[in-house]
């Protein structure tokens, strides 16, 4: 082999050499990136999974926070069920207290009226009574009177018939 062979075999395996060093850090390069992109790739999927188990966790919040909302909402719907029904109750207890004041002041000047009218009969009971006394007293007298006359008139008679007789 002659020298310029060799020169252009050292030259060919130089440019090889060369070509594989750069292919060999092309290679390192593309091994780095790999490299870089599965810890990527481990990194999201550990991510993912404390995604996954954060959003499962999340879900059975929501069943039980949805679950304790709706029996909340019976709750509430019983409450205002319950307190409707105390409004009506109310107002029918108002409605028939103010019938029953109604029929307090009706009573009460019922009564009034009624007191009324019996001061009224005690005072004519009390004048009756009066007049009947005097009335009484008047027709004992009266009666006294002619008593006593017809006393004296049956004495004087018997008087009369008793001189005669003797």
Known sequence: MS????????QSLAESLRASEEKCAELESCGMRYKAVEDE???LRKELEEAREVSS???ASLHKLAAEMSSQ???LAQAQSERDLARRDRDAIERQMKHLEMECERKDRDLEAAEAKLSVVKARKRELAAANERD???????????VDAEIARLTEKQEGEVSQIS
């Open 41 to 43: 790739v481990k990194r």
């Open 136 to 146: 009484s007293a008047t027709t004992v007298a009266e009666a006294q009177r002619r």
């Open 57 to 59: 966790a999340s879900a």
């Open 3 to 10: 020298q310029t062979s060799l020169q252009a075999r050292v």
């Open 73 to 75: 909402a019976e709750t």
